[in-house]
């Protein structure tokens, strides 16, 4: 079944559910570690008494921080370590087995995972038991996996339209950038390498910016959910999310690939519509199968795509993807490093945040998002996207600094206003890496993306809670500082990217039986890798 492509609901459903677990689990592992420590019961009335502690329940404090900082960082551990693995071959495997097969599994480990959170808040269990329900959940792919079948699903759409021109229905793109002629006087050839790049970055900024909207919103109603009827209920909630994320999957949401894959093979194109319908049809239940099951000999495949990806692309080819792949990873341990630790700080002395607050702080969040939308669309008119990752990387440094040193609360509100162009650099790496690889080596390249990414997040929590819990005593900003001064590395990074070479005959990938027409700027481009 299948026949919308609106992948946004995916993602917003999904993000719903992920962005109000974390700020949940993170204040119930919290409350829980409270009453071990303190044999008292939690309520949101602690806030009250942290900012006029004593000395004996200051103490308390600063333990019940340690270990819970430590506690959360075994739980990530504990799902992103089985991720790492699940994560490049779930997404890579998508190339050929449909852009479902990384899309359903890491729905149904967070549905196995919101489960084993409501019982274990219903019935008291010891909280260990999120760290073995955490490495199930990781071993199904988790939001990185979700995440790299979506971009990869967004690509798909932008390369079909990008062939198949502003026909009836071109209009609604993807990511809603609207297709448009060349301007007056544009130049054919900008508009062949410029169009195409420029709506596909547009498209998978709208993806991100779906995500930060929603990871602004989510903790929010969770923060009044926690006050309202304490942790055991929104966990049911998360479950239900999750479920009809599923069901829209499933018997909604058709595979992009049943119309891209027989475009790039003109000699088979007569052979491949008789088989369209059918393969269109079964494309789900067949293809998730078909991932769950994976033999020994498709999972080396898999991985033997990956590494084709880089043998037959050229030596500058290889050189910029590398490049672009290490500073995204760099900036996601920075980005999420630094914020992985930003609610234990705010529950921390001076700070002392209920948990209305925190929900407050994070809707404030949802600024920084359409910020970096509004800076992606207005930026990538007038800079090159090594500029615009530039640009991101700044406020990323400045916002974090900014945190470092937030004693107040109306100072740690306002770090919002630096970080508003802090999400730029993830979209914008993504579209440029997606540009650098032919259409049948999606799948491959987002499969580095979110191996890299898993990888960057599980040296993150490491460096930066260990780094909190060694710190909290006499400086627990120093976290953030750490992070502001790493973000130095990526945009060295980008530097040597900037300063590679340009050869117009290997920009991107080599575009060859080109069609241009020069009244509405459409290309259609048999697509091979760079020689």
Request: glycine share 10%; net charge neutral.
């Amino acid at each position: 079944m299948g026949g919308s492509y609106l992948i946004q609901p995916v993602v917003a459903f999904y993000s719903f559910g992920l962005f109000m677990t974390i700020p949940l689990l993170q204040q119930y592992v919290y409350s829980r570690l409270w009453e071990q420590l303190s044999s008292a019961p939690y309520s949101s009335s602690q806030s009250a008494q942290c900012v006029n502690s004593s000395s004996n329940l200051t103490f308390t404090i600063m333990e019940v921080q340690k270990q819970a900082s430590v506690f959360i960082l075994y739980a990530e551990l504990s799902f992103l370590v089985p991720s790492m693995f699940s994560c490049p071959l779930l997404v890579s495997c998508s190339d050929s087995l449909g852009r479902k097969a990384a899309i359903v599994p890491p729905l149904l480990g967070n549905l196995l995972f919101s489960v084993c959170c409501f019982l274990i808040s219903c019935f008291s269990l010891d909280l260990h038991f999120l760290l073995g329900a955490g490495f199930v959940a990781g071993l199904f792919g988790g939001p990185s996996a979700l995440l790299g079948g979506c971009f990869a699903y967004v690509a798909d759409r932008c390369r079909e339209e990008a062939r198949a021109g502003p026909g009836p229905g071109a209009g609604g793109s993807v990511g809603g950038a609207m297709q448009s002629p060349p301007p007056p006087g544009g130049s054919p050839e900008t508009e062949v390498r410029q169009g195409p790049s420029r709506r596909r970055t547009l498209s998978m900024a709208s993806v991100d910016l779906i995500w930060g909207l929603i990871a602004g919103l989510a903790p929010a109603c969770t923060g009044v959910l926690i006050y309202a009827i304490g942790f055991r209920w929104p966990f049911l909630i998360v479950f239900l999310l999750y479920l009809l994320t599923l069901a829209y999957v499933v018997l909604v949401l058709g595979d992009s690939l049943a119309s891209v894959i027989p475009l790039p093979s003109p000699s088979s194109s007569s052979s491949s519509s008789s088989s369209s319908s059918s393969s269109s049809s079964s494309s789900s239940c067949p293809s998730l199968r078909g991932c769950l099951g994976l033999s020994r000999q498709k999972l080396l495949g898999q991985l033997q795509s990956v590494y084709m990806m880089f043998g037959t692309g050229s030596r500058r080819r290889n050189t910029a993807l590398g490049l672009t792949l290490a500073v995204f990873a760099l900036f996601k341990m920075c980005r999420d490093g630094g914020m992985s630790i930003i609610i234990l700080y705010q529950l921390n002395q001076p700070l002392c945040w209920s948990e209305l607050l925190i929900g407050c702080s994070s809707l404030l969040g949802m600024i920084v998002h359409l910020g970096s939308y509004a800076g992606v669309s207005f930026f990538s008119r007038c800079l090159d996207d090594a500029n615009v990752v530039l640009l991101g990387l700044l406020s990323l440094a400045g916002g974090l600094l900014m945190a470092a040193f937030a004693h107040t609360t109306l100072l740690m509100l306002l770090v919002r206003l630096p970080l508003i162009l802090s999400d730029m650099p993830s979209a914008v790496l993504r579209s440029m890496m997606s540009n650098l690889v032919p259409g049948s080596e999606q799948g491959a390249v987002f499969a580095c993306v979110v191996f890299l990414e898993m990888l960057s997040a599980c040296v993150a929590l490491v460096v930066f809670n260990s780094t909190y819990a060694a710190t909290v005593t006499w400086f627990s900003g120093f976290s953030f500082l750490l992070a502001s001064l790493l973000t130095v590395i990526p945009a060295l990074l980008i530097g040597v990217l900037k300063g590679l070479p340009q050869n117009r005959e290997e920009d991107r990938y080599s575009l060859t039986a080109e069609e241009v027409d020069f009244g509405t700027g459409v290309v259609e481009a048999t697509i091979t890798g760079a020689v």
